[in-house]
């Protein structure tokens, strides 16, 4: 057998990295089975309060309504806040049933699954291969059956596309070891699952952030510049994934999750975008655990995003 040219494999693959576009008539459709059942539905005002990015309280049909302009949602979050798991379970649910009928194709964008595994969760989306099989295969985040399962389960039920978005693990850690520019020896293949390199490296602004995030903790271990690389690497890769889904045809609109250091106070990936697709519409949901949703601290919680969620 004549092998094929590593560019053509290459082209293939990429191929495979898409998730098909369901028809117009599957998008408008109701969802093919129930999405997963919350454990609990959180109550506003007593588990969760929203607020503007500068502290006037306001509600999720504030975030709705802001979604009709935008292109992208970003939502940060809390990655071991139950409350606000739940609450994205919410936004994914309630934008579905809002542009059903419309237009507007949904798209989900996850920073916990990396880009090497887009083919996995596309043959689990379109029911190829088993869940067990999905969760061998896909690398899921810990705690995934109740953090992220009920966004895949309703992505799932409602056949619209969910983005692997992060970069490998793998390439992440060779960027702490031995720097960004180490990425430069990697093949063709490990450069499709990243963003176009050299990836732009952290904003001042971002830094400064960083800083203030690092001060004060002991992690034993002395992180360096390439840490704060390394963390760069994931903004450009998420931000890259989620123009490459807006690229893919008329009327898409993305929501993105990822931990809330990655989308906070406007820098990190609202950053890549802008770089990749200058004046994109975004509008960004910042969650913060606190012990009193309804006590909005100024310094703290001012100009997280465009909406602050505090869980209790």
């Given at each position: 057998m004549k092998a094929r040219p590593y560019h053509a494999v290459l082209g293939m693959l990429a191929v495979l990295a898409v998730t098909p576009a369901p028809s117009r008539a599957q998008q408008d459709a109701a969802p093919v089975q129930a999405a997963p059942p919350s454990r609990q539905t959180p109550v506003e005002g007593r588990d969760y309060r929203v607020y503007t990015r500068d502290g006037a309280a306001t509600s999720l049909a504030a975030i709705f309504e802001a979604m009709d302009p935008a292109e992208v949602v970003l939502v940060g979050e809390e990655h071991g806040d139950t409350v606000g798991h739940r609450l994205e379970a919410a936004l994914l649910t309630g934008a579905l049933e809002r542009y059903r009928g419309t237009p507007r194709w949904v798209m989900l964008s996850l920073e916990m699954f990396e880009r090497d595994v887009q083919y996995v969760l596309d043959e689990y989306l379109t029911g190829l291969i088993a869940e067990a099989h999905f969760l061998d295969s896909a690398r899921p985040w810990e705690e995934y059956a109740?953090?992220?399962?009920?966004?895949?389960?309703?992505?799932?039920?409602?056949?619209?596309?969910?983005?692997?978005?992060?970069?490998?693990?793998?390439?992440?850690?060779?960027?702490t070891r031995e720097g960004p520019g180490s990425l430069a020896d990697l093949g063709p293949l490990a450069k499709h699952y990243l963003p176009p390199l050299p990836y732009p490296g952290p904003s001042d602004r971002y830094r400064a952030q960083w800083d203030a995030l690092m001060s004060g903790q002991d992690h034993g271990v002395d992180l360096g510049e390439n840490a704060l690389q390394a963390q760069a690497l994931w903004d450009a890769s998420m931000g890259h994934a989620v123009v490459e889904a807006l690229g893919r045809g008329p009327d898409r609109f993305v929501i993105h999750v990822a931990g809330s250091f990655h989308v906070e106070r406007g820098t990190g990936v609202p950053e890549r975008i802008e770089d990749l697709r200058p004046g994109t519409r975004i509008v960004s949901v910042v969650m913060r655990r606190t012990d009193s949703p309804a006590a909005w601290d100024p310094e703290a919680h001012t100009d997280l995003g465009d909406f602050v969620i505090l869980t209790r």
């Open positions: 109740m953090r992220y399962r009920p966004l895949v389960e309703t992505a799932r039920a409602w056949r619209i596309p969910v983005v692997a978005a992060n970069a490998p693990r793998r390439y992440v850690n060779r960027v």
